[in-house]
Each structure stands twice: as structure tokens, then as C-alpha cells.
């Protein structure tokens, strides 16, 4: 389920290796995110990240491309509902734990241990 705050299984085994490769993709996501709200695909930009490859969305930065452990790739919540990964009923509650995309990043970490919505913030400028 959805979840406002981070879980704490994250913090132990993700949180690090995400957090670094964060700081190196941040400006990216960050931006991909203002063209897709720009352009009016979506409010809810989504950025599911994984260490092999997944099905869900289109890859944006690959860790083939740059040296980052993760895969990151794009889509939004459109997807997450026609591939029954937000059930239709759970819209509004995704809608409303949605944190402002201008300061956090949405995250949808794919790991064998670990399948979550986290949202990080992107660093200050």
C-alpha cells in the first residue's frame, strides 16, 4: 500500500545506494518530471528503479549509461493503474500521500526484498 512515510526495511538495505545515486540523477529526474507535468501527461510522475531490467515504464537513465547501481525509468500513475499496481479504488489515496513533485522525487523501488513507493528529496539548489 501507499505509505506517507519511508519504510524502515529502506532505510537499512536501500536508503545508502540509492541516496548516492540520487545526488548523481536528481537533476535529471527533476526535469523529467517538470516536462511531463508541463506537457500535461500527468501530475504524478512516477520513477521506478530497479538493478535489472522491469517492464514497467520507459528507461531513462540506465546503469550501463553512468556509473549509478540503479536503472531509473519513467512513467506515471496511468500505468501503475491499467497494470492493476494502484488499484482504481486507491487513486485518491495515491493522489492525496502524493508529495509535491517540485521538491520530492516519487520512486518505485523493484528489488527481490523490496517492492515500494519512496519519496526523496531532491537536493536544494
Known amino acids: 500500500m501507499i505509505r506517507d512515510d519511508n519504510d524502515p526495511e529502506l532505510n537499512?538495505?536501500?536508503?545508502?545506494?540509492?541516496?548516492?545515486d540520487f545526488v548523481k540523477v536528481a537533476d535529471t529526474l527533476k526535469e523529467a518530471s517538470y516536462q511531463i507535468r508541463s506537457r500535461k501527461f500527468?501530475?504524478?510522475?512516477?520513477f521506478p528503479v530497479c538493478k535489472t531490467e522491469q517492464a514497467i515504464g520507459q528507461l531513462l537513465i540506465g546503469n550501463k549509461d553512468i556509473k549509478v547501481d540503479w536503472n531509473y525509468y519513467i512513467t506515471y500513475l496511468d500505468e501503475f493503474v491499467q497494470r492493476k499496481l494502484v488499484d482504481e479504488k486507491a487513486i485518491e489515496d495515491f493522489k492525496k500521500s502524493y508529495?509535491?513533485?517540485?521538491?520530492?522525487?516519487?520512486?518505485?523501488v523493484i528489488d527481490q526484498d523490496f517492492t515500494n513507493?519512496?519519496?526523496?528529496?531532491?537536493?536544494?539548489e
Open 12 to 20: 537499512g538495505k536501500y536508503l545508502g545506494t540509492i541516496t548516492k
Open 99 to 108: 508529495k509535491d513533485p517540485d521538491e520530492f522525487c516519487c520512486l518505485f
Open 42 to 46: 500527468s501530475d504524478h510522475p512516477i
Open 117 to 124: 513507493f519512496v519519496y526523496i528529496p531532491y537536493p536544494n
